[in-house]
Nanobody, 125 residues
């Protein structure tokens, strides 16, 4: 099993930055993709970004491209989501996720088999 623990959320103003962290423990070698999703009240969980652990290839949702950056620190078994130029519409609970799959859509929540508990990000206008 893999355990994921997010941190770094908070209340910020529009235009500010935040960095979310996801500490990973357990059978990390079996997890090929790491990702961030978010869920706003009354909305479905949506894909934000993912990174392929073997080579660092990244995927982004269109509205965050150029503002958010997903990265990993293999030595610390931690991956990050650097969020710049935050907007009120970025307000959501942010979840990190891990997948042991090697085929399928990395943008779909069903691709992932391990999830963190979430961290709240609130952006005021």
């Amino acid at each position: 099993q893999v355990q994921l623990v997010e941190s770094g959320g908070g209340l910020v103003q529009a235009g500010d930055s935040l960095r979310l962290s996801c500490a990973v423990s357990g059978r990390t070698f079996s997890r090929y993709y790491m990702a961030w999703f978010r869920q706003a009240p009354g909305k479905e969980r949506e894909f934000v970004a993912a990174i392929r652990r073997v080579d660092g290839f990244t995927y982004y949702e269109g509205s965050v491209m150029g503002r958010f950056t997903i990265s990993r620190d293999s030595a610390k078994n931690t991956h990050y989501l650097q969020m710049n130029s935050l907007k009120p519409e970025d307000t959501a609970e942010y979840y990190c996720a891990a997948s042991s799959r090697t085929a399928g859509s990395v943008r779909g929540p069903d691709f992932y088999d391990s999830w963190g508990q979430g961290t709240q990000v609130t952006v005021s206008s």
